[in-house]
């Protein structure tokens, strides 16, 4: 049990335009979810974690105008890059922990490159 | 701050060695540790540590906390090409549930 897809897997935009990550808990509820990012050859980096029904709480630096965050049910967050730049190029990770779980789940994450 | 340290920040080793990868931390929230494995995608899970002197074993590979000491390590026995990884320390901070992670220490082991 406790598995978390991301979709999509890879994408590639235009700089300008807006890119919508899908995390979903495919086989449990997830209260919680967190957003990373991970640049080449560094650590993940907590962006933001979000409640279902609850705004997103997000960490030092990262702007939240830029990188909208929704938790509408307790098995989707999406994540979405509000007009991209190259320098969001990154891969994105979302992972979700459930009532009484002991540790989050990771999804398979999203590599993002921006032209 | 909360801070999670990692040693070595890489590694190359021949098959059949044994690794010892190091992480340190200070938080103020201290709830567990946890050991990740990542090759070119997400973090995949390896241990989960709560209580010092418990040693996880899975396979060749096995993990100890020191809370006293406030660090872990992660070892790898009888090294193969295929522990070729970025390997992750996580301290997950009571109450927000979140995990600050390390900087990582990148593993190669050579046939």
């Known amino acids: 049990g406790a598995v978390v897809s991301q979709h999509p897997s890879r994408v590639i935009c235009k700089s300008g335009t807006s890119v919508k990550i899908e995390c979903r808990s495919l086989?449990?509820?997830?209260?919680?979810m967190f957003w990373y990012r991970q640049f080449p050859k560094k650590s993940l980096m907590l962006m933001a974690t979000s409640n279902e029904g609850s705004k997103a709480t997000y960490e030092q630096g990262v702007e939240k105008d830029k990188f909208l965050i929704n938790h509408a049910s307790l098995t989707l967050s999406t994540l979405t890059v509000t007009s991209a730049h190259p320098e969001d190029s990154s891969f994105y990770i979302c992972?979700?922990?459930?009532?009484?779980?002991?540790?989050?789940?990771f999804g398979p994450g999203t590599r993002l490159l921006v032209l | 701050e909360d801070k999670v340290v990692q040693s070595p920040l890489s590694l190359v080793v021949h098959e059949g060695d044994t690794v010892t990868l190091n992480c340190s931390y200070e938080?103020?929230?201290?709830?567990?540790l946890l050991w990740y494995k990542q090759e070119k995608k997400a973090p995949t899970f390896l241990f989960m540590l709560?209580?010092?002197?418990i040693e996880k074993k899975s396979g060749r590979l096995s993990s100890i906390l020191d809370k006293k000491e406030l660090f872990s390590i992660l070892n790898i026995t009888a090294t193969q090409t295929g522990d070729s990884a970025v390997y992750l320390c996580a301290v997950d901070l009571s109450g927000t549930y979140k995990y600050i992670f390390g900087t990582g220490t990148r593993l190669k082991v050579l046939a």
């Open positions: 709560t209580s010092s002197g």
């Open positions: 086989d449990f509820q997830a209260t919680t």
């Open positions: 992972s979700a922990r459930g009532e009484g779980r002991e540790t989050q789940y």
């Open positions: 938080v103020t929230n201290f709830r567990s």
